[in-house]
Each structure stands twice: as structure tokens, then as C-alpha cells.
């Protein structure tokens, strides 16, 4: 469904297990990160009703996922790092093309942010299918769930604003930059690590 050119090595979650806390402070940051991009989406776009409602409520989700992530890092009594740069996300935000329309850029925004919750979709199943914490493995397949309808909201949007024989031509090429740039993670206990 998420058309990823190459999947997390299940492995992966044993460098998870390894330090709990840590993969626990980087989704939360990751969940605020999100919830920031919904808003400023709605900054830049104020204009387009539809988009502005949809990512209210991407926003506030997102919020919420981070509330509930801190919720954890509470209960379990460990502790809640201070925000750290992601890498990854950097490095995709490298490929968001910088000329063009504001609608082009709307347009690759939107499909910058589906690749972004497709990628942490990919990886809250591999955390929900293979982390021996039963609470964990919970929480993490429904997240899953959202992110799944987040990546979908994005890319719906992005075949809406732009024209889409042009846009699957662009998705085509995300899944292609990402799905080379994605060899070099899966070593560190971070979502996108």
C-alpha cells in the first residue's frame, strides 16, 4: 500500500529494545515536528478551506500522539530528551523542489509529508510486529493506523492541487530518492534512525 522501495529489517527493533527512552523522546519530538507542519501548511495556505480544515485536524492528532507518547515516557519513569535533529527528515527536505509555483510547491510539500508518514507507518509496523513489549506493540499498531490516513490525506491532497499525471510522476521520484537515502538508517533507535 505505502509503495516503499525497501522495507526495515526487523532487526532494527532490537536496537530499539536496546534503549527505550530514546526511541520514545524521538517520536514525540517526531509527533511535535508533525503537528508543525500541519500548522504551517495552514500559514502558507490559508486560502484553500478544505486543506486548512483537514490539517486542523492532522495537527491536533498529532498533538495528541505527542501528548500520549510523553504520557509513556512518564509512566515508565524514564527520561524525556531534549529534541534532537532528524537526519532523515533533512535530508528529504534537501529533495523539496525550490523553484516553481506556490501550488507546485504546495503540491511537493504535501507529497514530502505523505513520504514522511508512509516512512513512519513502515516503521510502526515493524515496532507493533516485532517488539517483545506487549503495551509497545499496542501502541504502536494503532499509530499505524493514523499515520496510514495521514500519508493518505497528503497524497490525496497533492493529486487535488496539482495535475496528476504530474504529480505520480513526482510521487514516483520521492519513493526513488527516498528509497535510496533509506539505506543509510535503521542503525540507531530513533523512528527514522
Same mark, same amino acid.
Given at each position: 500500500?505505502?509503495?516503499?522501495k525497501?522495507k526495515?529489517?526487523?532487526?532494527?527493533?532490537?536496537?530499539? @529494545?536496546?534503549?527505550? $527512552?530514546?526511541?520514545?523522546?524521538?517520536? $514525540?519530538?517526531?509527533?511535535?515536528?508533525?503537528a508543525?507542519?500541519?500548522?504551517?501548511?495552514?500559514?502558507?495556505?490559508?486560502?484553500?478551506?478544505?486543506?486548512?480544515?483537514?490539517?486542523?485536524?492532522?495537527?491536533?492528532?498529532?498533538? @495528541?500522539?505527542?501528548?500520549?507518547?510523553?504520557?509513556?515516557?512518564?509512566?515508565?519513569?524514564?527520561?524525556?530528551?531534549?529534541?534532537?535533529?532528524?537526519? =532523515?527528515?533533512?535530508?528529504? $527536505?534537501?529533495?523539496?523542489?525550490?523553484?516553481?509555483?506556490?501550488?507546485?510547491?504546495?503540491?511537493?510539500?504535501?507529497?514530502?509529508? $505523505?513520504?514522511?508518514?508512509?516512512?513512519?507507518?513502515?516503521?510502526?509496523?515493524?515496532?507493533? +510486529?516485532?517488539?517483545?513489549?506487549?503495551?509497545?506493540?499496542?501502541?504502536?499498531?494503532?499509530l499505524?493506523?493514523?499515520?496510514?490516513?495521514? =500519508?493518505?490525506?497528503?497524497?490525496?491532497?497533492?493529486?487535488?492541487?496539482?495535475?496528476?499525471? +504530474?504529480?505520480?510522476?513526482?510521487?514516483?521520484?520521492?519513493?526513488?530518492?527516498?528509497?535510496?537515502?533509506?539505506?543509510?538508517?535503521g542503525?540507531?533507535?530513533?523512528?527514522?534512525?
Amino acid at each position: 500500500m505505502l509503495g516503499l522501495k525497501l522495507k526495515t529489517d526487523p532487526r532494527w527493533v532490537n536496537i530499539v @529494545e536496546s534503549n527505550i $527512552a530514546e526511541i520514545l523522546s524521538d517520536h $514525540a519530538w517526531c509527533e511535535q515536528k508533525a503537528a508543525t507542519n500541519a500548522i504551517t501548511m495552514i500559514i502558507n495556505n490559508s486560502e484553500k478551506e478544505e486543506l486548512v480544515t483537514e490539517l486542523l485536524n492532522i495537527s491536533r492528532e498529532e498533538l @495528541e500522539h505527542f501528548q500520549m507518547v510523553h504520557e509513556l515516557i512518564k509512566k515508565r519513569g524514564v527520561e524525556f530528551h531534549r529534541e534532537r535533529k532528524d537526519d =532523515y527528515v533533512g535530508q528529504l $527536505a534537501k529533495f523539496l523542489k525550490k523553484d516553481g509555483s506556490r501550488e507546485q510547491s504546495l503540491v511537493d510539500r504535501l507529497l514530502f509529508s $505523505a513520504m514522511i508518514e508512509a516512512r513512519s507507518c513502515e516503521r510502526f509496523k515493524v515496532l507493533s +510486529e516485532n517488539i517483545k513489549d506487549e503495551e509497545l506493540a499496542k501502541f504502536y499498531r494503532d499509530l499505524m493506523v493514523s499515520e496510514a490516513g495521514h =500519508y493518505t490525506t497528503f497524497l490525496n491532497f497533492a493529486r487535488k492541487y496539482g495535475k496528476v499525471e +504530474e504529480v505520480n510522476k513526482r510521487w514516483k521520484e520521492w519513493i526513488e530518492f527516498e528509497g535510496e537515502l533509506i539505506t543509510n538508517y535503521g542503525k540507531s533507535e530513533t523512528i527514522h534512525g
